[in-house]
């Protein structure tokens, strides 16, 4: 249930952004469902390997580097999907990135909220 609520909030999450970011489409509720399941997937499965093999990057940029492959998971979500979800080019991802991290913590802070009451 938790899981299922976490994607809803990133497809909400992904919809807003998406409606004032230029350099990013999306087709409706279902591309950001499916948006938001792809970038999960994405998350747990190749982000780890590409922490993993950019390790001394990251460690040379102090973490900033961390930045440049959530823009690439951006970016191969957009390819994944394919129509539906389009970014327009590496900065906007890096910045869709961003938005979107700000606005999961934001939340997933709230629904930390009402599990504990």
Known sequence: MKTILRILL???AV???ASFLPGVELQGYTSAILVAVVLGLLR???KPLLIFFT???TIV???LFL???NAVI???ADYLIGTSFEVNGFWIALLFSLL???FQSVLFSLLKEKDEK
């Open 10 to 12: 990133t497809a909400i």
């Open 44 to 46: 747990v499965t190749v």
């Open 67 to 69: 930045l440049v492959i």
């Open 15 to 17: 919809i807003v952004i």
């Open 100 to 102: 979107l991290s700000f």
């Open 74 to 76: 951006i970016l191969l």
């Open 61 to 63: 940029t102090l973490g």
């Open 55 to 57: 390790l001394p990057a």
